[in-house]
T-cell receptor, first 115, second 118 residues
Framework: NAGVTQTPKFQVLKTGQSMTLQCAQD?????MSWYRQDPGMGLRLIHY???????DQGEVPNGYNVSRSTTEDFPLRLLSAAPSQTSVYFC??????????????FGEGSWLTVV | LAKTTQPISMDSYEGQEVNITCSHN???????ITWYQQFPSQGPRFIIQ???TKVTNEVASLFIPADRKSSTLSLPRVSLSDTAVYYC???????????????????FGTGTLLAVQP
């Protein structure tokens, strides 16, 4: 079972560079989201989506773009990387079925360092 | 938005029962209470979910009082491998996404670091 797959696992960027973190899920989940987690901190929501073509902002959206062209994929784009974006990024997905509650499935994380 | 409050850290010894309490005073009628476990360098993992009273699965129990303003995750006979951060999450994705509630986006709190010692 693949679940939620993130790539790359590790990435080093120079300030000002752009890049895309990839996220794919094979569970046909409507809801997908991106979180960032700084050292010793909890998870902060960046962007989320409830279906193809529908995205919205979370707590900390500045500096990031997302799109949802298919149900399976939800890429996160860093437009112009800054050292403050050094973090671990987690992609997550969930069904929106009434009886599922809040069972969210997370990927293994992408470690990003901006120098 | 159902804000949650948890202790920052807890210590325990192997074989003990551990209870972690989460406060959520403004929980909404439709909100579920869900607990996640996160090991270092890994994504959070679902542990247990409940709406009211008591829920038990193979790894934990969840106790929810009648007023639902708090919940307690109970881990029986912890081992060293239970050392992790535990997050309490309150909300209902179905309601928020289908009936509005743009301010409720399933935001995680800071979690509780459980350290189990030999």
């Amino acid at each position: 079972n693949a679940g939620v797959t993130q790539t790359p696992k590790f990435q080093v960027l120079k300030t000002g560079q752009s890049m895309t973190l990839q996220c794919a899920q094979d569970m046909n989940h409507e809801y997908m989201s991106w979180y960032r987690q700084d050292p010793g901190m909890g998870l902060r929501l960046i962007h989320y989506s409830v279906g193809a073509g529908i995205t919205d902002q979370g707590e900390v959206p500045n500096g990031y773009n997302v799109s949802r062209s298919t149900t399976e994929d939800f890429p996160l784009r860093l437009l112009s990387a800054a050292p403050s974006q050094t973090s671990v990024y987690f992609c997550a997905s969930s069904t929106l079925d009434r009886d599922s509650g809040n069972t969210i499935y997370f990927g293994e994380g992408s470690w990003l360092t901006v120098v | 938005l159902a804000k949650t409050t948890q202790p920052i850290s807890m210590d325990s010894y192997e074989g003990q029962e551990v209870n972690i309490t989460c406060s959520h005073n403004n929980i909404a009628t439709n909100d579920y209470i869900t607990w996640y476990q996160q090991f270092p360098s890994q994504g959070p993992r679902f542990i247990i979910q409940g709406y009211k009273t008591k829920v038990t699965n193979e790894v934990a129990s969840l106790f929810i009082p009648a007023d639902r303003k708090s919940s307690t995750l109970s881990l029986p006979r912890v081992s060293l491998s239970d050392t992790a951060v535990y997050y309490c999450l309150v909300g209902d994705l179905y309601v928020y996404m289908n009936y509005g509630g743009a301010t409720n986006k399933l935001i995680f709190g800071t979690g509780t670091l459980l350290a189990v010692q030999p």
